[in-house]
């Protein structure tokens, strides 16, 4: 069984970075496809971004040149990181590996303007 757990998050001021990661353990495929999604209060969650099994990833419009996504295969841990932070990018982050249907239990991000 895969499990996922997320960490990271805070409270920052709007312009402000944080890096958020994704530690898996279990029996895995380390290169993996990976998403980040988010979903804020009272909104549908939204994929944010995704690398696949040959590293190309793929950024939300609404995040792109702002957020990275990237992995470290050795420790099986894939990152978001996130800069320039913006009010609109309050929301809890959600890790998912799609191969395993594992999904983390997510991380609160709150930015303040």
């Known amino acids: 069984q895969v499990q996922l757990v997320e960490s990271g998050g805070g409270s920052v001021q709007a312009g402000e970075s944080l890096r958020l990661s994704c530690a898996a353990s279990g029996t895995i495929f380390r290169l993996t496809a990976m998403n980040w999604y988010r979903q804020a209060l009272g909104k549908q969650r939204e994929l944010v971004a995704s690398i696949s099994s040959d590293g190309a990833t793929i950024h939300a419009g609404s995040v792109k040149g702002r957020f990275t996504i990237s992995r470290d295969n050795a420790k099986a841990t894939w990152y978001l990181q996130m800069n320039s932070l913006k009010p609109e990018g309050a929301a809890v982050y959600y890790c998912?590996?799609?191969?395993?249907?594992?999904w983390g239990q997510g991380t609160q991000v709150t930015v303040s303007s």
């Open positions: 998912d590996l799609p191969r395993y249907d594992s």
